[in-house]
């Protein structure tokens, strides 16, 4: 993936000003404080140290902590770049194709019954134990096709690994 690719997701996940801020951070190569940002992108000072807080939990960004002089005041001085931005994209990836994959599964490890009134859908478990019949309305349950859910799913999984060949 190239890197305006992955400011756009990024801007997906944190907004126009999670952008800003990061883009303020990557020609930033010793670092910006929360002040700084905030003036340089018109930003409120709270709402940058929001995101900085929320970008940072992602991986996306880190900080740097040193004393001023000798008081007991620190300067925080916020980085980040590319090989960040990538690691952490790679590792929300590969949780979604983890949580897919779960899904994927359980999708053809059961056999499913459903509804026809109200469209309800039941593990094979759960209908035999209800002698095959709709919790909500009583109908006679039947099977239930899943194998376009499957194939599906398996597509989703299998561009996500691409993708995720190319990220990391
Ligand atoms: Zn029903």
Redo the contacts with the bound molecule.
Sequence with gaps: MNDSGIIKIVEQMYGANGRKILEVLLNSPNGRTIEEIAQETSIRVNDVRRLLYEMSQDGLVAYIRSQRGESHWYSYRWYSNYSMLKASLARRLKEVIRVLQERLNFETSNTFYI?P??Q?VYTFEEAFENNFQ?I????DLVEFDNRPIVSYLSNIIEKLKKYDNSVG
């Design positions: 509804c009134n109200d309800s709709c909500q309305c009583g109908s």
